[in-house]
């Protein structure tokens, strides 16, 4: 398809562009359940207080004020317009109060199409731009149609010097594009099966919700009826053991249909300057990250993944989000990458990596710091619980060995590496994460000693990059206070002019 010619034409010269007629249609889902969720503090109470809940008044207050809110959304979709002009990307929208952004080409981290199921119906998609400005995305226009969309991402990409290549849509596959990782079905359910997150916690407890509400209305009755031979020897502790077995069926069940929803038909190929991931049953996302703005990758290898033989591996440029959990901060996610793969993978994000990574290990004396803090929270958590519920709550002391236990596995595979342009850390036992940073991507580090890092003599380094960090292990003070003055790469001085007086 041809594309429009992007000059640097004076701004008035330069036309705006509308989003498509039926943009407040495609936004009319995804913005109500944007609505939904600022509104869930009001309407969690009532659900579960049943008719205890809020008054009618109240009721009629939310409602208005999502209804009002929702009006005021699609309204600014309906009167977003947009422009490339002065290698900047610009967005107004709004007749009343109007808002107008700007965001220079060359700032872009990343650009993100996404389709959802609405949108794919009207034949239409999403283009969200992002900087390093942090959080979410600068530019977010939605209702383009494809052709909208592939050009201006095009003219982005040819302002900011990142090749006139053909910009691709979700489903669409280049002639000479080398196919890097793909994720099968089998291997998203196990994905999912060893990812439990907050949102999955956060639905199993809703169905549990409702199981108990089954619970009272219909099985509680028969219970009553037959009496004699439920409370037989040992069938308390048969329950008790059906119910947990439920409760981690329901949890895998739910991570693993979150993982199919979020990674169906996942595929990451090299473009050469870029690199392209796309994946999504209902909501088809494609995530487009230039190879020179990579500047930490992270390989998130927990206990259980390690036994099954696979890892997942994390992506971040300067354009990092916000979120949660470190997989929702990530730009570019690959959910199952085999371990015997994991190298050659990495290599592909960071060439520098040296085929041998012989890892400084931790202080010896930050074992003791986490001993220390392994039985203070032993502590915290049993002394309690002994004095609330007697012999039962003195089983909660078995955290004790656990822990220290645990200490002395997450010190002895904790380490660290510095080559001449990556900073290579890895923490944890049972769960491994092992974070590689690009030197020359290292806003700031600083060596941090606590009260307790006092008295043992020994300290650790934060590096900062834009929009995260990573923590070294452990280190003697002196180390940790050298290790600051070297850490960021040092960048060729630029040559100054020398300043002329008048005359």
Partial sequence: ???????????????????????????????????????????????????????VVLWVIVLSMAVLLLAAMLYEVATTSYRVVDAQLEIRSGVFTRTSR??????????????????????????????????????????????????????????????????????????????????????????????????????????????TETFHKLLLPWMEAHWDAVAAPGMGWLAATVAALAGLFGLWLVSGARA???????????????????????????VTVRR?????VVLDEPLLRRTLGFGSVEVETAGVRTGKEASDRAELLVPVVPTARMPELLREFVPELPDAMPFQRAHPKALLRARVRAVGLSVLVAAPATWFWGAWGAVAWLLLPAQLLGAWFDWRFQGWLITEALVVVRQGFWRRRTTVVQRSRIQSARAIQGPLERGYGIGHVRIDVAGSHVVLPSVGWQEAQSLIDVLPARRPARRISPARLPG
């Fill in 1 to 55: 398809m041809s594309f429009e010619p992007v000059a640097l034409a004076a701004p008035e010269e330069v036309s705006w562009k509308r989003l498509s007629a039926k943009a407040p249609l495609a936004a009319l889902v995804p913005l109500s359940g944007t609505i939904g969720r600022m509104l869930l503090g009001a309407l969690l109470p009532t659900y579960f207080a049943g008719e205890r809940g809020l008054p």
């Fill in 102 to 211: 700007f965001i220079e080409a060359a700032r872009v981290q990343n650009t993100e199409v996404l389709q959802p199921f609405v949108s794919k119906l009207l034949g239409l998609v999403e283009v969200k731009v992002e900087t390093a400005s942090g959080g979410k995305a600068d530019g977010h226009l939605r209702g383009l149609t494809p052709e909208e969309a592939q050009a201006l991402i095009h003219a982005l990409q040819t302002v900011r010097g990142g090749g006139t290549a053909t910009v691709l849509l979700p489903g669409e596959a280049g002639q000479e594009e080398r196919v890097l990782s793909e994720a099968h079905l089998g291997g998203l359910l196990l994905y999912g099966a060893t990812a439990l997150g907050l949102g999955v916690i956060a639905v199993v407890m809703g169905a549990l919700h409702e199981i």
């Fill in 260 to 286: 199919v929803l979020q990674f169906h038909g996942f595929r990451l190929v090299d473009t050469g300057t870029h690199l392209r991931a796309v994946g999504g049953l209902i909501t088809r996302r494609q």
């Fill in 292 to 296: 020179a703005r990579i500047q930490q």
